[in-house]
Structures are given as structure tokens and as C-alpha cells.
């Protein structure tokens, strides 16, 4: 049984068994009066929130018409709840907002409740103006004292700006009070491009009976707490509970391992769950037991807002958690440090309960060293030295680096990886992670920080690295974050960005930036300067990126031909693809013009980078082509250009080559836009970008990034000009990762024995020194155990002489892995798992001495059978 607030329209009563018709005529003022008429109408009684005066038709109510009150709430939910935008009748200038859906977070008998509600502002004016969200209870359990709007309580509102330039739109609402169902939001008069503005009213009550409690929503445009026609009205039922909570759950929300050297500890969310595992609250009656155990120190507690309290010896004991530590969503925060290397367990329950819930901690000794990431001018991917800065505190995103202080991300993105960078193999170095009272990655608004323990792999895996980390060894942690988009406060003028920062060799911000179609890149293909012959065509494509390098989707641009030969008044209209692409056809109509070029200019952009210009000739031709490599024939493809060692360090395609062909006029210039064609080898592949087909560019130089994964030498064919070259280059195994050792078919006593080095992809990789043995036999010309390096192909070959175990092994040094793991016999995914010892028994090998003795007596075993014949001959023939 429950109690109701609401009262009818004067002209609108209910007789016995007439809810239908009271439900329909609700529904007609709904649509705005359509086919009667009120001297006031809403489903509300006319003083609500004002004075009782009408105390005893509302008890009237109460107890005669229940089930009709529960038909005219769906009803009227029908009626009214479609959120509508109109102006209001008192505003000052002309404004259209909305009020979305309400939401409560769980509701607990005796614990305050909080129902958030959301506001969306657009407005055309240039002063200020208000929007008014009113709250009103209108039923309860039986015995609540929660039934009217002074039981309510405002909370403090939250802001947050989308969309537009944003500039200085602000909302900002009415401070904190109590006994008021009402909140007032008074937004900034400014440009319609600084908004729209979403904002939250919040609201709370602390239910005081178990049941459902329901709300009406009011978009006030009068600002009276009170609905009155022409005001639009939701509903939101809240059902509360007594004593829910059976379980609980943690987590860490940044996964790591923590530190034992200093730092800041690990963080882990706890929560009561109920018997379904779902996020519940705690009431009055319970407390969230956690068991901490010797060796690990609970050393603070944080309730999601304010300063996190600090405690002091909570180790090989049991600490309780009371419900007013957890905050308004049903969750704490626990800091835990170890001085002692090695895993923990921690176990939570709720008192009474014995549902127990446990999470391992561990930590490491992170006394590794962090150095600055920096990288050479003249390497690939930073030809000037501008691209990575000379000394950055870490690498941000993939192959992204940082200024030395700062890095910014999209604020659309959720998940953000930072490499550091050690002079050491192998080390374990901390990072530091910050959320900066956002809540962004803890959920957390104190601003939470958290030291993990991060491995560098080896140096060696990242020789070829040219974004930063060459010649360095690396390790890299995923953080795990909200979308950092813009933040407004109700004081603050302008918005700002999320972030949060992380702390290298020193602290350094990772702030969310919108994505900019006008202020990215642009990439054409096949080059921004050709050569085609009169009369004939090519096909451009243009691909536009945002500031993030994302490409931009669904964008309208232009393309023309404006200047030169061919000459277009009107721009072509175009729309990117799904890859960010426009393609664009030029044909030439106009085959013995005079006027050698045109240029074709893509709008809506990049404002440089934008054209490309075409050189019409009589014929694509060139006098001269020298390639890299340079060996052209086969005969000195021994000595073919050494392309260094395949990369075994993440992907293939991380050591990529850059091999060229340049032409020339009769003079020795490079020729501009001519198009090189490349014949690729097989087991080669050419790197993103690259296609077969390349334009040489201002001094005719056409260029082509390859990799393989197949050491070997292979040939590489241009053609181009009227010319053809064919030019060889070599790989050479990556690093070593998997040593073998294989024998062959023993003769007598003598096997042949293959040592192999091999790489990820099972090339041979040469000079890597291997302590070889034997514990039977001998090596013919080695010792019985000694250092051998391998041969050009990765190989050692020995010939054992006798019985015994041939092992050959390495050192975990050696055994380099890909993807930075240092760990001989751990295996990244998609490579063998890192083999340093291996070995081959030999058991069949039979000595020369004792095969020619066997003979022997074999031979005389055959005399002497072939003699007692003989005598049995004889003796037959005398009888």
C-alpha cells in the first residue's frame, strides 16, 4: 500500500469506475488542451509544493483509488513523458532546452539517495537566461515521511559542455540546499556556436521505508515547483531496499604490478554486491570486512571525493568498512603498499556473510633507471631531426613521442599506452600514473596515483627502431582511461580538457584535444608532382586526416583543376570514403596545347600539401637510372647491398628498407614525376604506403620501403623512362632465439652434428656464440667443450666421433625475443618461445677396430663351417 500526491484538474473527476475516461481526458491536456477545457491542468495537485490544501482530497485519494492512481501514472507517463523543447513563457531571450532521462543510483533504506537528471541547452541569444528542474515525490510505501517536496534535497550540479566551439558557454546552478525539490541552472548568453551545453540537476532523499518511490520530473519553465500547463513531465520510480548486500567485488582499475621502492601503492575499487554479484550499497547494519594479509598494508581508504584518509599498521589483520566510506555509487577505494617482493591476497566479505571474495597483488623491486627516448637526425621517419624531440620522457601511442613535457591525445579515445626507455636490459623501472581529481581513470575525484612496475625488454630488439627508442631497451604500460573531453565547473569560464599525467624522470600531462578535419593532414597519391603523356590521364587520390591522423569520414571537399592546361571554372564536389579518401581523374583534352602543366588544387583541407601539379610531355623517357642497391648483375650478387638484419622486434616490417632508382636528363638532372615501376621478388613485401608503382620527386629520385622475414638475397627490377635495371640486396638473420642441435647418419662411428642459431623466423643468425659439449665420444678437430661462433648461415657443423649427448646452449642475453620480452623461454604471440639450450643423443655408432674384428671372426666362423662341409662330404663318400 502507498501513498499518493496526485490531484485531478477541477473539471476532471473520477466517479467509481471511470479511470478510463479520467485516463483519456489526462491524456487530451497532454496534447496541449485538444478538446476540452481547464481552468488549470496537469497531473499534479494545484498546490503541490506550496501549502497542503488539499489534505483531504489527497487522503480521499489515498485510501479509495490505488489501482487507479497506478493506471493514470502509466497514462499520464504516456502523456507527458515525451521531453519536449519549448520556450519559456518568462525568459528573458529565446531558448530551447530539454530535460533527458532520470536515473537514481541504488536506493538503500536509511542511506541518502542521489537521482541525477540531465539538461541539454541550445540557445540563439547573447544574454543570460535560466532553466528550472523541479522534483516531486508523488508516491510512497506506506509509512514513508517521504511525501513531499521538502523532503527533497538539491544537490550541487554538475556542467559539462559538447559540442561547438564551446568558447565560454557556462551553466551554472543553484548552491546545495535542503527541503527544496528545485534547481535552477543560469547559462551564459553567447554565441549558438559555443553551445549546446549539457548540464545535471542533482537531487537527493535518504528513503526511510522499504518499497517504490516515484518522482515526477518537471521541466519548470515558471521556476514555481509546480507543473503547470504547457510543462512537460517524466517519471522515475525508485525501489528501495533494506540490508541487500551478501558480497563483494574488487578490482584494480589500472592493472600493474606495484613497487616495493617507494611510490604510491595500488588502488583497488571495492564494492557490496547482492545475492544476484550485482553493485549494491551497504546499510547502517554491515560493514565490508577485508582481510589484509603479513606482508601488505592497507595504507588508506578513499571515498571518491576529498582526501584520502590515511591509515597506519592495518597488516595480518581484518579492517571493517562502513557505508558512509563508500560513496553515492557504492564505491571505495583502498590503497595497498608491500615492502617485501612477492604476491598477495586479499579477502573481503560483508560482516554476516559468508561469501568471500579475494584479488592478488603483486610487487616487484623496481630499482631500474628511466632515460630519455630520443632518436638521430638522418634516420628513417625523422630525416631532420624535428619528428622526436632529442630527449622525451616517454614514447605516447604507437611510435608517437612526446614534447619533453607534454602529449595530447583525441578526446575520443579510451585507452593510452606510454613506452619508457632504460639504458638497462631487463630492468624493472616505476612509473608513476596521476588521474588529476577527474575521475578519469580510478573513478576517484581526489585525483588518485599509482606506481607500476614496468620491464624493459633488450636494447637489441630495438635497433632498427626509429621513433624514438633505438639503441634503448623498452617497456610500456596501458592506461585505461575515460574519453578526456572537455570539463566546464560551475565557475569556470572557458572549458578545459581532461588529463592526467604520469611521472618518468620527471611529471609530464596527457590532455585530450578535439579532432580537427581542418587543421590534420593530407596525403596524394601517387605523388604531388607527375608526368603523364598528351593525351593521356591519371588518377589522383587524396586522403584527409585529422590532427590525430584518423582519417576523416563522410567529409565534403573539392577537387579542380586550377591553373594551367585543362583548366576547370567549376570545383568538383566530393565526399570521403570510409579510409578518408577522394579520387579524382584527370584527363587531358588538350594534347597539343602549348601550356606544359596543370595544376589541381584539393579544397576543404590541409591548406598546404593541397595541389599537385602535372607535366604533360611527349614521351615518358630518361637517359640515365641508377638504382640502391646497386649491384646489377648477377654476377656480383655476392656482393650485393646489405640490407642489415631482419627485424625479430614486433613485426617484420619494424626493420623495413628503403631502396630507390634515380633518373636523369642527358645533363644529369633528376626528372621530376616520373613514374618507376617495381618488380618485387617474392618472400618481399613493400611497407604500408608504398606502392609498386612510385613518381621520383624533385631530384628523380623514386623510393619504396621493403621487408621480409626470409634471409636470402634477392633481385630488385625498376623500370622507368624507357629504361630497366635489375639490382640485388641481402637480409641477414634478426636476432637469435631458438638454438638446435640435429644428428645426422652415423657411418660406423662417425655423425655428422648441425648446430643451428636461429632467429623468430628461423633464419640462421651468424656469429652467436655457443658453448658446445659432449659427455660421450669426441669432436673430430674441437675440443669436448668449447665456445664455437656460428657460420654465415647461423651454423656450427662438427662430426662426433662415438656414442654421447651433443648440447649446445646459449645465453638468455643472446636468446633475443620479440617484442621487447628478455625472458628466454617466454614467447611473444606469433614467435616460438625462446630456446637456448638444445641437444642430440647418438647411441648407434660402432668403432672401426670393432667392425673389422667382427669381420674377422666372421670370416673364420665361415672357414670353419665351410671345413666341417668338407670333412662330412668325405666321410659320406667313404661309406
Known amino acids: 500500500m502507498s501513498t499518493s500526491r496526485f490531484k485531478f484538474p477541477r473539471r476532471v473527476r473520477i466517479h467509481g469506475g471511470e479511470c478510463g475516461a479520467v485516463a483519456r481526458a489526462l ?383 583525441s578526446s575520443a579515445q579510451t585507452s593510452t599506452s606510454v613506452t619508457v626507455c632504460s639504458g638497462t636490459d631487463s630492468a624493472v623501472v616505476p612509473v608513476t600514473i596521476t588521474d588529476n581529481a577527474q575521475g578519469s581513470i580510478f573513478g576517484s575525484t581526489t585525483g588518485l596515483a599509482q606506481t607500476v612496475a614496468v620491464t624493459v625488454g633488450l636494447a637489441a630488439s630495438n635497433a632498427a627502431a626509429v621513433n624514438g627508442s633505438a639503441g634503448k631497451a623498452t617497456g610500456s604500460v596501458t592506461i585505461p582511461h575515460g574519453a578526456l573531453g572537455r570539463t566546464i565547473s560551475n565557475t569556470t569560464a572557458t572549458g578545459t580538457y581532461r588529463s592526467f599525467q604520469v611521472t618518468t624522470t620527471a611529471a609530464f600531462t596527457i590532455t585530450g584535444a578535439a579532432a580537427s578535419a581542418t587543421s590534420g593532414s593530407m596525403k596524394i597519391t601517387p605523388a604531388t608532382a607527375v608526368r603523364v603523356v598528351n593525351g593521356g590521364s591519371i588518377t589522383l587520390t587524396a586522403e584527409y586526416d585529422n590532427n590525430f591522423g584518423a582519417p576523416v569520414v563522410g567529409r565534403a571537399v573539392t577537387a579542380q583543376i586550377t591553373a594551367g592546361r585543362n583548366l576547370q571554372a567549376t570545383a568538383t564536389n566530393l565526399i570521403t570514403d570510409a579510409d578518408g579518401k577522394v579520387s579524382f581523374t584527370v584527363t587531358d583534352a588538350a594534347p597539343t596545347s602549348t601550356t606544359a602543366t596543370s595544376t589541381v588544387t584539393f579544397g576543404n583541407g590541409a591548406a598546404t600539401g593541397n595541389t599537385v601539379t602535372i607535366t604533360w610531355v611527349a614521351a615518358l623517357s630518361a637517359t640515365t637510372m641508377t638504382t640502391s642497391p646497386s649491384a646489377t648483375t648477377a654476377a656480383t650478387a655476392v656482393q650485393a647491398l646489405d640490407l642489415g638484419a631482419i627485424s625479430t622486434s614486433g613485426t617484420a616490417s619494424s626493420g623495413r628498407d628503403t631502396i630507390s632508382a634515380t633518373v636523369t636528363d642527358a645533363n644529369g638532372v633528376g626528372i621530376a614525376g616520373m613514374p618507376v615501376t617495381l618488380t618485387l621478388p617474392a618472400d618481399v613485401s613493400l611497407y604500408t604506403g608504398s606502392t609498386l608503382i612510385a613518381y621520383t620527386d624533385s631530384t628523380g629520385v623514386a623510393s619504396w620501403s621493403v621487408f621480409t622475414t626470409k634471409a636470402g638475397t634477392y633481385a630488385f627490377t625498376f623500370t622507368g623512362g624507357g629504361l630497366t635495371k635489375t639490382s640485388y640486396g641481402k637480409w641477414t638473420g634478426g636476432s637469435a632465439r631458438v638454438v638446435s642441435v640435429t644428428a645426422g647418419t652415423t657411418v660406423g662411428d662417425i655423425t655428422p652434428i648441425t648446430i643451428k642459431a636461429a632467429d623468430a623466423y628461423g633464419n640462421g643468425v651468424g656469429t652467436t656464440a655457443l658453448t658446445v659439449s659432449t659427455d660421450g665420444g669426441y669432436f673430430q678437430g674441437a675440443a669436448l667443450s668449447s665456445t664455437i661462433n656460428t657460420d654465415v648461415n647461423g651454423e656450427i657443423r662438427l662430426i662426433l666421433v662415438g656414442n654421447g649427448t651433443v648440447t649446445a646452449t646459449g645465453t638468455a642475453t643472446q636468446m633475443y625475443s620479440a617484442a621487447g620480452i628478455s625472458t628466454g623461454t617466454t614467447a611473444a604471440t606469433g614467435f616460438p618461445a625462446g630456446v637456448a639450450t638444445a641437444s642430440a643423443t647418438v647411441s648407434g655408432a660402432v668403432s672401426a677396430a670393432s667392425t673389422s674384428a667382427d669381420a674377422a671372426a666372421d670370416a673364420a666362423a665361415e672357414a670353419i663351417d665351410a671345413a666341417n662341409a668338407a670333412t662330412d662330404a668325405a666321410n659320406l663318400a667313404a661309406e
Open 27 to 409: 491524456h487530451h491536456e497532454a496534447q496541449e488542451d485538444a478538446l476540452m477545457t481547464y481552468e488549470w491542468a496537469f497531473l499534479s495537485q494545484a498546490d503541490l509544493g506550496k501549502a497542503p490544501g488539499s489534505t483531504i482530497e489527497r487522503k480521499q485519494m489515498s485510501t479509495k483509488t490505488t489501482l487507479k492512481r497506478i493506471a493514470l501514472v502509466a497514462v499520464s507517463a504516456l502523456g507527458f513523458g515525451l521531453m519536449s523543447s519549448v520556450a519559456p513563457a518568462s525568459a528573458a531571450n529565446p531558448t530551447t532546452w530539454s530535460v533527458g532521462t532520470a536515473t537514481a543510483n541504488v536506493a538503500v533504506v536509511g542511506q541518502l539517495s542521489t537521482i541525477s537528471v540531465p539538461v541539454t541547452i541550445t540557445t540563439t541569444a547573447g544574454s543570460d537566461d535560466t532553466a528550472t528542474v523541479s522534483l516531486v515525490p508523488q508516491s510512497w510505501p506506506t509509512g514513508s515521511a517521504v511525501d513531499a517536496a521538502a523532503d527533497m534535497n538539491r544537490g550541487t550540479g554538475t556542467g559539462i559542455a559538447a559540442g561547438g566551439s564551446f568558447g565560454s558557454a557556462t551553466g551554472s546552478w543553484n548552491a546545495a540546499a535542503t527541503g527544496t525539490g528545485s534547481a535552477t541552472l543560469t547559462m551564459s548568453g553567447v554565441a549558438v556556436a559555443d553551445y549546446p551545453l549539457s548540464a545535471t540537476a542533482r537531487f537527493t532523499f535518504t528513503p526511510d521505508v522499504a518499497g517504490s518511490y516515484t518522482f515526477a520530473v518537471i521541466k519548470d519553465l515558471d521556476s514555481d515547483g509546480v507543473a503547470d500547463s504547457g510543462e512537460s513531465i517524466s517519471y522515475l520510480t525508485v525501489t528501495a531496499v533494506t540490508s541487500p548486500a551478501t558480497g563483494v567485488a574488487m578490482s584494480q582499475q589500472l592493472a600493474g604490478n606495484g613497487t616495493i621502492s617507494g611510490g604510491s601503492g595500488l588502488w583497488v575499487r571495492i564494492n557490496a554486491t547482492d545475492a544476484a554479484a550485482a553493485l549494491t550499497r551497504l546499510d547502517s547494519s554491515k560493514l565490508v570486512v577485508v582481510t589484509v594479509p603479513s606482508g601488505l598494508t592497507l595504507a588508506g581508504i578513499n571515498s571518491g571525493s576529498g582526501s584520502t584518509t590515511s591509515l597506519s599498521g592495518v597488516t595480518n589483520t581484518t579492517y571493517g568498512i562502513a557505508a558512509s566510506s563508500f560513496n553515492s555509487s557504492g564505491y571505495a577505494w583502498l590503497n595497498f603498499t608491500s615492502a617485501t617482493a612477492g604476491s598477495y591476497t586479499v579477502s573481503a566479505n560483508v560482516s554476516g556473510q559468508t561469501a568471500v571474495s579475494t584479488l592478488a597483488l603483486v610487487y616487484e623491486s623496481a630499482a631500474g633507471t628511466i632515460s630519455t627516448c630520443s632518436a638521430s637526425a638522418g634516420t628513417a621517419g625523422n630525416p631532420d631531426g624535428s619528428n622526436v624531440p632529442a630527449a622525451s620522457l616517454a614514447l605516447v601511442g604507437s611510435g608517437n613521442v612526446t614534447a619533453t613535457t607534454d602529449a595530447v591525445i
